[in-house]
């Protein structure tokens, strides 16, 4: 994908140093990179995925924020051990040092000095302002917004300090300002589009940061170009003078460029079955990396009815309830379909290990409560008592003339394919039929409003995909199933909770567990929701993923985090001599 033909140029360049040999010694004495091989100063990066904006904040997709985080900062983030290191932020804030207050309703950050953004406009407590503005406004729809929804302020103490008060007491003030959904955007570019232009400024497709490299070249769902940001605090120790990123293709095409042919340097989310990723390592040019952070691959159910609108045209509305999936007794016996192990075992192998459990990681937030169980006679009793039988002799069951026939939609990937064929035999087998549906990741993924195939409109019956808590501290993932956070498009679309399922009891819970300051406490409130959530059927996880890229031998520098995109610590990537 990256190769290029280079016989022509190198037939000029040969020539001409043979009738100027002079010249051409002299130019490589006074520069030394003219002898240095251009590929040591490119970084190639492959994305099956392709990143279709780069403002993470109007965004679902890890691709975006990856892609994003290149060029984009937030005031610090979490290592893989879970401690938080500073980005923007002069010190991490504690009860100590009195940047966290004692009674847990406000939070103050002191930002580094003398910071710039790529296009040397100075890096002030404003730009955080403007960015908690932008996130907030609901005309932007922001996909960041539930975050920030417990803030009360952001006022700025000094050019070089801000202070966050919260509505209530909030131990979870580490999610604001940090990691993936905390990244700063720049008040200069961005404070006229908090509202619904919010999509049309420029900066969505060439970002202005403060991280190591900077846009030159963004072509959505295809290719972004970075070359060193000349402002950033350490732009002398960068290791590339260019990072070319490309979009399209597979993911098993990825693992290839990288680990057989060296076209590429990185392979991003190599969702490939286990044994292929195994085979082509063997040929000895790059290396897989993997990490089990918060991951799971799971299957959700729709609440709403996807085929029923309302007079504006809005499908999956929370007016319609699903005509069978709103029953817990079909949701149940669907769940007893799935054969899970089967799943783990020949498809993921050693990148993927079953979980009955929504939160994963930390581990004090596993329940222990939880389990699964593939039993087809089972489930096809649940729909038995529930009034679901074949009465016509289709082999489709139906109830009151309506037939339990569903659609299954998941992103274009031959992993994702193989799992939903081996879903639809099963459930074919207790009598529900199965249309499978597939979309490109850019597509699904892309949050754009216009577009009726993105995860958040969610016009099908069940869909699958991967995702995790960003950050060690769960509130924010279990958000994602609280009433409030139901996409609609009167919000734009912007909400996180796309199964449309809405429990007051599980709402109550996760206040409490937002106010609660004893450690804990808030562990057997979380372990409460995530039961709730498994054994209401929200959602079917099916096994906790393990986070596998491929690297270069070459490569250098490189660390995985489960709270952050890779791309994190890009400034430390080297390419070894």
Same mark, same amino acid.
């Given at each position: ?70 060029? @984009? ?164 120790? @960068? ?339």
């Amino acid at each position: 994908m990256f190769k290029r033909s280079l016989f022509l140029p190198l037939l000029i360049l040969s020539l001409s140093c043979t009738l100027l040999f002079s010249a051409c010694h002299q130019q490589t004495a006074n520069n030394p990179r003219a002898t240095t091989n251009s590929n040591t100063e490119t970084l190639k990066l492959l994305y099956w995925q392709a990143p279709t904006i780069l403002n993470p904040h109007l965004s679902t997709g890890f691709k975006d924020s990856e892609a994003s985080r290149i060029t @984009l900062e937030p005031l610090a983030s979490f290592n893989e051990k879970g401690e938080l290191v500073p980005f923007l932020a002069a010190e991490i804030p504690t009860i100590e040092n009195g940047g966290v207050a004692r009674d847990g309703k406000s939070v103050t950050w002191k930002l580094k000095k003398d910071i710039k953004w790529s296009d040397g406009t100075p890096f002030t407590a404003k730009d955080v302002i403007a960015t908690y503005n932008f996130i907030t406004n609901p005309k932007t729809g922001s996909t960041s917004a539930g975050n920030y929804e417990i803030v009360k302020s952001v006022e700025a103490i000094d050019p070089h300090t801000v202070k966050i008060t919260f509505k209530q007491v909030n131990p979870a003030w580490s999610l604001v300002f940090v990691g993936t959904e905390g990244m700063i955007l720049p008040a200069h570019l961005y404070e006229k589009y908090s509202n619904e232009t919010a999509r049309q400024t420029p900066a969505n497709l060439l970002p202005v940061g403060t991280g190591p490299y900077k846009v030159v070249e963004f072509k959505p769902g295809d290719t972004a170009v970075y070359e060193p940001n000349s402002f950033f605090r350490e732009a002398d120790k @960068l290791g590339f003078q260019r990072i070319e990123l490309k979009g399209g293709g597979d993911a098993t095409s990825a693992a290839r460029a990288v680990l057989q042919t060296e076209e590429a340097d990185y392979a991003y989310n190599l969702q490939v079955e286990a044994k292929v990723l195994s085979d082509l390592e063997k040929a000895g040019q790059g290396r897989l990396i993997s990490s089990f952070g918060s991951l799971i691959e799971r299957v959700l159910f729709n609440f709403s009815d996807p085929n029923q609108a309302t007079p504006e045209g809005e499908r999956s509305s929370i007016k319609f309830p699903h005509p069978f999936l709103s029953d817990v007794k079909v949701r149940e016996a669907l769940s007893l379909a799935v054969d899970r192990d089967t799943i783990a075992t020949q498809l993921y192998g050693i990148t993927g290990k079953t979980t009955p459990n929504f939160i994963v990681m930390p581990s004090e937030y596993n329940s222990p409560n939880t389990s699964y169980e593939f039993n087809l006679e089972k489930a096809k009793k649940l729909l038995d008592d529930a009034g679901w039988k074949d009465s016509n002799g289709d082999g489709t069951r139906d109830k009151n003339g309506v037939e339990m026939k569903l659609v299954f939609q998941t992103t274009v990937n031959p992993l994702r394919q193989k799992t939903q064929e081996i879903i639809k035999q099963s459930l074919q087998a207790i009598g529900v039929g199965v249309e499978l549906k597939t979309i490109d990741a850019s597509i699904f993924f892309s949050s754009d409003p216009a577009n009726d195939d993105t995860v958040e409109k969610f016009y099908a019956d069940l869909q699958m995909y991967t995702t995790g808590n960003n950050s060690p501290d769960p509130k924010a993932y279990f958000k994602t199933f609280t009433c409030s956070e139901i996409p609609q498009k009167a919000d734009g679309w912007s909400g996180d909770n796309y199964a449309r399922y809405c429990n007051p009891e599980y709402d109550k819970l996760w206040q409490a567990f937002s106010q609660e300051l004893n450690p804990e406490k808030r562990r057997e409130i979380a372990i409460k929701m995530n039961d709730m959530l498994i054994n209401d059927f929200v959602i079917i996880p099916l096994v906790h993923r393990a986070d596998v890229v491929a690297i270069s031998n070459s490569l250098s520098g490189f660390e995985l985090t489960p709270w952050d995109r890779n791309t994190w610590n890009i400034k430390d990537w080297k390419r070894s001599k």
